[in-house]
Antibody, heavy 117, light 107 residues
Framework: EVQLVESGGGLVQPGGSLRLSCEAS????????MSWVRQAPGKGLEWVAN????????KYVDSVKGRFTISRDNAKNSLHLQMNSLRAEDTAVYYC??????????WGQGTLVTLSS | YVLTQPPSVSVAPGQTARITCGGN??????VQWYQQRPGQAPVLVIY???DRPSGIPERFSGSTSGNTASLTISRVEAGDEADYYC???????????FGGGTKLTVL
């Protein structure tokens, strides 16, 4: 059974940093692109970042470029999102998802990031 | 590139719900649809415009025509009440693009 479990969310002050993790199981992690998608409270889905199987390609939404870094550890079946210089508008539930040409076919349950001073 | 969805759609149980997603020449992009029930993560219900992942009921179907993609839910049930999002693979700078979402209310 495919499982994605996010962790690392929490309350952080504007300007602070946070590192999210996503532990994958039930599939060969190293064979898939992976994504982070976020959802602000009461809002829609927003794609944040993608990473290729071997981490040779990474893509980001413009609003996080230069502040967020997506990475992966295929040996540990884990995906990460390092978030720096956090802003109030980064408050959201962050989901990791498996990315295939057919779509984002598996999602974790999400981890909440809250910006508050 | 922008995907436009109606904010809400309402339907009585047993009837058919149709949720639209508008975008310029959307049929050329390949459209996915996701269902998100309250408090839960999204679930892929349609990919490549009209294909269903395993485990998704046949009541869910998708189509595209011109500048509009549609998700049709037949014989709507109370459990179908959720937010529905369309998604396409856009350009290389913004590869994953979602519509704004449609709240389906089962009356």
């Amino acid at each position: 059974e495919v499982q994605l479990v996010e962790s690392g969310g929490g309350l952080v002050q504007p300007g602070g940093s946070l590192r999210l993790s996503c532990e994958a199981s039930g599939f060969t992690f190293s064979r898939f692109w992976m994504s982070w998608v976020r959802q602000a409270p009461g809002k829609g889905l927003e794609w944040v970042a993608n990473i290729k199987q071997d981490a040779s390609e990474k893509k980001y939404v413009d609003s996080v470029k230069g502040r967020f870094t997506i990475s992966r550890d295929n040996a540990k079946n884990s995906l990460h999102l390092q978030m720096n210089s956090l802003r109030a508008e980064d408050t959201a539930v962050y989901y990791c998802a498996r990315l295939r040409p057919q779509g984002l076919d598996y999602w974790g349950q999400g981890t909440l990031v809250t910006l508050s001073s | 590139y922008v995907l436009t969805q109606p904010p809400s759609v309402s339907v009585a149980p047993g009837q058919t719900a149709r949720i639209t997603c508008g975008g310029n020449n959307i049929g050329s992009y390949g459209v996915q649809w996701y269902q998100q029930r309250p408090g839960q993560a999204p679930v892929l219900v349609i990919y490549y415009d009209s294909d269903r992942p395993s485990g998704i009921p046949e009541r869910f179907s998708g189509s595209t025509s011109g500048n509009t993609a549609s998700l049709t839910i037949s014989r709507v049930e109370a459990g179908d009440e959720a937010d529905y999002y369309c998604q396409v693979w856009a350009d290389s700078s913004d590869p994953v693009l979602f519509g704004g979402g449609t709240k389906l209310t089962v009356l």
